[in-house]
């Protein structure tokens, strides 16, 4: 039976502080139109020190369950997708059902860095088809200022802080459409990784003072890997459904730097005007990106139930994935 998910609804939770180009030239040695040519970013936004990202999440939660007419017990899966949990354990995914007072539901966390939101898509669909599980809330919540060295103008220019929410029912009619391809790459995990506080390398007082404890990057490696895999993931994607570029009515790409995004555009051949594109507002949101530029994107009348809609992101360990969606 062809099985596909059902977006119900979706919604956001962005902070209300904003750093902008001007206030890093005020942190680091960069310039507005460093920034803006080489990423695209203008703005991002921040989290208040005490907001973690399962109050982003549970808050975006939250406006997708009342754009929705839901109540918490009405969800049976909760998937949050982040690089910034609260915590190791427990999973952010329990932080939020907790918050919620969803008690029925299953809650865990996927951990793909950018392409979290995307893994949790599909595994979403695996088990909804499976009829253990009838409506999910899939989260991608993110305080990566939290994480981020602002005294290295190499990544501190990058990331923000947001969440997006997305609730799904399964679909068994012809309407629909759900095809996915996802990758992974650990031989690239030092391209981008937070080397302290796990078991690796558990935090002490050295680690702390080589400030181990911050996003580490490889920007340039990482830019070739990005467009690569990011086609690679989009291809592949279609191929399953039998769909081609010239069909779609939105692509929605991970917003990790502009110049990755139009690179990716003009290898896959789609017209400029149906690429949702918010980094100048957000920057990298990580996991929350595509779930913030989704809700976005219907919110201005962009795509409706009957758009084919594809999503595709790379990220950290090496992760990529697509996930086409009719709605
Ligand atoms: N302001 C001014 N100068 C800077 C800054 C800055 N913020 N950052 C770096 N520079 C300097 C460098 O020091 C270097 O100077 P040098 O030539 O004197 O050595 C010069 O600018 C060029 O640096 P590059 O790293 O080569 O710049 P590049 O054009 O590659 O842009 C960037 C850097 C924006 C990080 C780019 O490589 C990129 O976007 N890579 C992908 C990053 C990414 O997507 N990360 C996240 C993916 S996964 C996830 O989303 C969690």
Same mark, same amino acid.
């Given at each position: 039976?062809?099985?596909?998910?059902?977006?119900?609804?979706?919604?956001?939770?962005?902070?209300?502080?904003?750093?902008?180009?001007?206030?890093?030239?005020?942190?680091?040695?960069?310039?507005?139109?460093?920034?803006?040519? #080489?990423?695209?970013?203008?703005?991002?936004?921040?989290?208040?020190?005490?907001?973690?990202?399962?109050?982003?999440? &549970?808050?975006?939660?939250?406006?997708?369950?009342?754009?929705?007419?839901?109540?918490?017990?009405?969800?049976?899966?909760?998937?949050?997708?982040?690089?910034?949990?609260?915590?190791?354990?427990?999973?952010?995914?329990?932080?939020?059902?907790?918050?919620?007072?969803?008690?029925?539901?299953?809650?865990?966390? +996927?951990?793909?860095?950018?392409?979290?939101?995307?893994?949790?898509?599909?595994?979403?669909?695996?088990?909804?088809?499976?009829?253990?599980?009838?409506?999910?809330?899939? +989260?991608?919540?993110?305080?990566?200022?939290? +994480?981020?060295?602002?005294?290295?103008?190499?990544?501190? /220019?990058?990331?923000?802080?947001?969440?997006?929410?997305?609730?799904?029912?399964?679909?068994?009619?012809?309407?629909?459409?759900?095809?996915?391809?996802?990758?992974?790459?650990?031989?690239?995990?030092?391209?981008?990784?937070?080397?302290?506080?796990?078991? #690796?390398?558990?935090?002490?007082?050295?680690?702390?003072?080589?400030?181990?404890?911050?996003?580490?990057?490889?920007?340039?490696?990482?830019?070739?890997?990005?467009?690569?895999?990011?086609?690679?993931?989009?291809?592949?994607?279609?191929?399953?459904?039998?769909?081609?570029?010239?069909?779609?009515?939105?692509?929605?790409?991970?917003?990790?730097?502009? #110049?990755?995004?139009?690179?990716? /555009?003009?290898?896959?051949?789609?017209?400029?005007?149906?690429?949702? /594109?918010?980094?100048?507002?957000?920057?990298?949101?990580?996991? &929350?990106?595509?779930?913030?530029?989704?809700?976005?994107?219907?919110?201005?009348?962009?795509?409706?139930?009957?758009?084919? +809609?594809?999503?595709?992101?790379?990220?950290?360990?090496?992760?990529?994935?697509?996930?086409?969606?009719?709605?």
């Amino acid at each position: 039976m062809k099985t596909y998910l059902k977006v119900v609804s979706t919604g956001i939770a962005i902070p209300d502080k904003v750093i902008s180009n001007a206030d890093l030239e005020k942190m680091v040695e960069t310039s507005d139109d460093w920034i803006v040519t #080489r990423t695209g970013i203008h703005e991002r936004r921040i989290s208040e020190n005490g907001v973690s990202s399962g109050d982003l999440g &549970a808050q975006a939660a939250r406006m997708a369950l009342d754009n929705a007419g839901l109540s918490a017990g009405d969800i049976d899966l909760i998937m949050v997708a982040t690089a910034s949990g609260d915590h190791l354990f427990p999973s952010t995914a329990c932080i939020i059902q907790n918050k919620l007072g969803a008690k029925q539901a299953t809650a865990f966390d +996927i951990s793909a860095a950018c392409s979290g939101f995307l893994y949790c898509l599909t595994v979403a669909h695996s088990l909804l088809s499976t009829g253990s599980f009838r409506t999910a809330l899939i +989260i991608g919540a993110e305080t990566l200022s939290k +994480i981020t060295d602002y005294s290295d103008r190499s990544t501190c /220019v990058l990331f923000g802080d947001g969440a997006g929410a997305m609730i799904v029912t399964l679909g068994t009619d012809d309407k629909g459409l759900f095809a996915s391809h996802l990758g992974s790459d650990g031989s690239y995990a030092p391209l981008l990784n937070l080397p302290a506080g796990g078991s #690796r390398l558990p935090a002490s007082l050295e680690t702390v003072r080589q400030d181990l404890h911050y996003i580490k990057m490889n920007g340039n490696e990482l830019f070739k890997v990005a467009v690569r895999s990011m086609e690679e993931a989009a291809i592949m994607t279609l191929s399953k459904a039998h769909v081609s570029t010239a069909q779609l009515d939105l692509l929605i790409p991970h917003q990790a730097n502009i #110049r990755i995004i139009n690179s990716l /555009v003009k290898r896959l051949g789609v017209e400029e005007k149906k690429v949702y /594109v918010n980094i100048e507002r957000y920057g990298n949101t990580s996991a &929350a990106s595509i779930p913030i530029a989704y809700h976005e994107a219907r919110a201005q009348g962009l795509c409706d139930e009957n758009s084919l +809609i594809l999503m595709v992101a790379f990220g950290g360990g090496i992760t990529w994935g697509g996930v086409l969606i009719r709605g």
